[in-house]
């Protein structure tokens, strides 16, 4: 413990400082030139993401030996509700003939006949594209099939869907979001630190500081993304996010340790190194805790999942060193005029205590008992909400707002079998047996047309399409997938976008059932060994578990009935847990290392009381930083980050706002010093007049 606060206090020399600056600044040169190119290595194909065993996984690879290239299918969807016109067909085949001879990047020549609707409202054209692993290609070529055909006359409608277009569609939402989530990221701390602190001066050190940490995480996972882990847009949105959050949160507990030492210290630097020994250690086991939570996720099956931990976690660590090195070191540089205008002189009275927060204990402190009870009453009361989840979030409904692949699908649903704009593959081995799996899959339920098989170039292997009666991405689909796989058994491979959208979400249950467990005992070790305790990790890993039932089931009530929303992504509670959990546990920490430091002096009782008085202001405006980060996801017009902004930004503000305020401290003032079991402090009690001073105390939010 003494090596580890030696290296912790290292950046408080009075050299080191520059020493430090100069490090970090050496670090940002190297790896600028890999973290401008961070969006270049980052996965869009569907298919990279599902586990390399699922049967839809092993359809992309069979389909290779029909094409060298992957191809991808634009579907232009021309209707006509009183029926269509002939010169609307002549429209259509112009329009392809058009978009044939521009000869766009990836655009198959090879045309496909029209396909005309049985009530004659309807036509259909698809564009096969072959973009060759670049995402480019195919989004250029969508938008100039688009610019062609245009979106009708007002009767007659056009519009472009199929796999291509939700992909094009997809790509246009996150074009821009690690631009649009920085921006409003930054302005979002920004605000906030300057309301914390009321300081024209001191907002712009703890940003910088993660500013230098989001910059080296870039560069790192461009490296890992290139070593063969999978990065989406969207998981790169939410590393930025966790990032700005979980070291805006750390900064904020180093800066009020800090003032808190500057005025019992005349030397800055002495002030800084006792702040980085004290605070150091919870913010190393504050960031340690989220780290193995993340890494836990190696264990996912979906490559997306499996992707998020360990750059995840390496973002968090870097976050962490940014905080304990270059924080420090520039704090020092501005000195105490950082803080102006609430400068903390030598000598000055101490003002962290809060008045709030010490009376709050107080009042606690008079009927523990009643007031843990009745509250973990009430979250229980709001966690039975839960009960309300559905999984009922599908392709067509993960937009927020119009969009035009979504739209192209519902004018198919007119006249067409829904299926037709994604068509599900059934590769067969032996081809022989391609004709008796074909009329197997005629007679299965759910399936509206079987195409012909045809054969390989090379290699004893049939195909067939299979379209679907139903939404290619509804729960009636993915049920007729599951029969077309139990009917065909061994001899025929399911693949296409309703069986990669089944395939995923099966992984998203497996993972969510393996990882959880992983991620509760790796936090129960961590809090054990940290508060040197066994009962108290129990009761608070008790406490974060109940504060994330509660805020997840007040919020699937609230994307039912207040946003309208038809369910929710079957990753998101994975997702919610991590970050709830993993984060929840920090404000417990942050208090509880507190409360154990004052206890060995102070006794139990009277240690929580001021704990609670001295960390109250700082973790909740820490707790607020982090609800207004997360809240930020909501800015992208997806629904499944919607969601997980709400979930993670109303649960960081219950934990910090009720569970860390007064149902932990209820808890550890009824257990008294029995929560320290088995450690010393166990069996031990401080029965000295109480430290707290309520007349005098203040708030600790004041430069």
């Known amino acids: 413990m003494r090596g580890l606060s030696g290296i912790l206090t290292l950046p408080a020399g009075k050299r080191a400082k520059w020493a430090v600056l100069a490090l970090w600044l050496v670090v940002i040169a190297a790896l600028a030139p890999y973290a401008s190119k961070f969006e270049s290595v980052q996965e869009t194909d569907d298919t990279s993401f599902l586990p390399a065993d699922a049967q839809s996984t092993r359809a992309v690879e069979l389909g290779r030996a029909f094409s060298r290239e992957d191809q991808v299918p634009a579907i232009i969807v021309y209707r006509r509700e009183s029926g269509l016109k002939e010169a609307d067909r002549r429209q259509a085949q112009a329009d392809q003939q058009a978009i044939l001879a521009k000869k766009l990047p990836g655009v198959v020549p090879a045309p496909i006949p029209p396909q005309p609707s049985q009530d004659g409202k309807a036509l259909l054209v ?11 290609s195919l989004n250029t070529a969508v938008e100039e099939i688009r610019e062609r055909v245009g979106r009708g006359d007002g009767t007659l409608q056009v519009a472009v869907t199929g796999p291509a277009g939700i992909t094009a569609d997809l790509v246009e939402v996150f074009g821009n979001i690690n631009v649009q989530l920085f921006a409003a990221t ?3 701390v920004a605000l906030l630190l300057l309301l914390t602190y009321r300081s024209p001066i001191l907002w712009v050190i703890p940003l910088g500081a993660v500013v230098f940490a989001e910059f080296a995480t870039r560069g790192i996972g461009y490296w890992l993304a290139r070593a063969g882990v999978t990065i989406d847009d969207a998981n790169a949105g939410l590393l930025l996010v966790l990032v700005f959050g979980a070291g805006t949160d750390y900064a904020l507990l180093l800066t009020s340790r800090y003032r808190e030492e500057l005025r019992r210290h005349e030397d800055k630097h002495e ?5 980085l020994k004290q605070a150091g250690h919870a913010i190393l086991a504050s960031a340690g805790t989220v780290v193995v939570a993340l890494l836990c996720l190696l264990a996912a099956e979906l490559n997306g999942t499996r992707g998020l931990g360990p750059v995840a976690a390496i973002g968090i660590t870097l976050v962490m060193v940014a905080m304990l090195t270059a924080l420090p070191a520039l ?4 000195g105490r005029r950082a803080f102006w205008p609430y400068i903390p002189r030598y000598g000055s009275a101490p003002r962290e205590e809060s008045q709030l927060f010490g009376a709050i204990g107080r009042a606690i402190a008079t009927r523990p008992r009643l007031v843990w009870i009745g509250t973990t ?5 709001l966690a039975l909400g839960i009960s309300r989840t559905s999984f009922e979030l599908y392709s067509d409904d993960s937009f927020r707002g119009s969009v035009e692949s979504v739209e192209g699908a519902k004018l198919i649903e007119g006249s067409f079998p829904a299926g037709v704009s994604a068509a599900t593959t059934v590769y067969v081995q032996p081809a022989s047996a391609a004709q008796a799996a074909a009329q197997a899959a005629r007679s299965t339920e759910g399936v509206a047309q079987v195409l012909p098989p045809e054969s390989a170039p090379q290699g004893d292997l049939a195909r067939f399409n299979v379209v679907l009666r139903d939404d290619p991405y509804s729960a009636q689909a993915f049920e007729t997938v599951d029969r077309l796989r139990e009917r065909l058994g061994e001899r025929g491979i399911v693949g296409g976008p309703s069986a990669e959208a089944l395939d995923g979400r099966t992984a998203s249950v497996r993972d969510a059932t393996v990882i959880v467990p992983l991620i509760l005992v790796a936090v129960l070790a961590i809090l054990a060994l940290l508060l040197r305790s066994i009962a108290a990790p129990l009761l608070l890993m008790a406490t974060v578990i109940l504060s994330f039932a509660a805020a997840f089931g007040v919020s699937v009530l609230v994307f039912e009935h207040v946003f309208g929303f038809p369910g929710i992504d079957p990753g998101l509670p994975l997702l919610a847990f991590i970050f709830l959990v993993a984060l929840g546990v920090d404000y417990n920490v942050f208090l509880m290392a507190r409360v154990r430091e004052e206890a060995e002096e102070i006794g139990t009782r009277q240690g929580l009381l001021k704990g609670l008085a001295v960390t109250g202001g700082v973790i909740t405006s820490a707790g607020l ?3 207004g980060t997360f809240a930020v996801l909501g800015v992208l017009p997806l629904v499944v980050l919607t969601e997980l902004g709400f979930v993670v930004a109303f649960g960081v503000l219950l934990d910090t706002l009720i569970v860390r305020s007064v149902l932990v401290p209820a ?5 008294g010093p029995r929560i320290w079991w088995p450690s010393r402090l166990g069996g031990h009690e401080w029965t000295g007049e109480s430290p707290i001073a309520p007349k005098s105390a203040t708030l600790p939010v004041e430069g």
């Open 667 to 671: 808890l550890a003032l009824d257990f």
């Open 126 to 136: 698809v564009v096969p594209i072959a973009p060759g692993g670049d995402i480019e």
């Open 271 to 275: 002030a800084m190194r006792l702040a």
């Open 377 to 381: 009453v009430a979250l229980g009361i």
């Open 186 to 188: 930054a302005t979002i």
């Open 625 to 627: 930083v982090l609800a």
């Open 331 to 334: 704090l020092l540089v501005a």
